[in-house]
């Protein structure tokens, strides 16, 4: 007969307590202070978890229509920390992570609408 395959799990337990929105607004305020300090305390305690933060703040961040401020704020600050500029946005910093997570969000449909005709064309030229 013919055995069957294998198949493995990787699977992770989260237990979350969420309250109401009420109970999370002073925290919220601190996020969104102008002067970003709770974002960058954050991310000097969140370094491994980079991609985890960069999610929530940018999901706060967009709710209040905030995200251009979050951006900004942030890659100014990396762009006046590095000597050259060969090397901007070569480390993986909660700013080039909240960048790319970004583009993700807002750029895929252009990326699709903007490309769609040139790869079926390709599509069909292999195709014949």
Do not use: W
Request: glycine share 4%.
């Amino acid at each position: 007969g013919i055995e069957p395959g294998s198949l493995r799990v990787r699977a992770r337990y989260s237990m979350e307590k969420i309250m109401p929105e009420e109970e999370y607004s002073e925290f919220k305020e601190l996020i969104l202070q102008k002067e970003l300090h709770v974002v960058y305390a954050l991310s000097h305690v969140c370094g491994q978890d980079r991609t985890l933060l960069a999610g929530i703040l940018l999901k706060i961040f967009l709710h209040e229509k905030l995200e251009s401020l979050l951006l900004r704020t942030l890659n100014d600050r990396e762009i006046s920390m590095e000597d050259e500029a060969t090397t901007l946005f070569r480390a993986t910093t909660l700013a080039s992570t909240l960048m790319e997570q970004y583009m993700k969000a807002t750029a895929t449909s252009f990326v699709h609408h903007a490309l769609k005709d040139s790869i079926l064309k390709i599509m069909e030229s292999k195709q014949s």
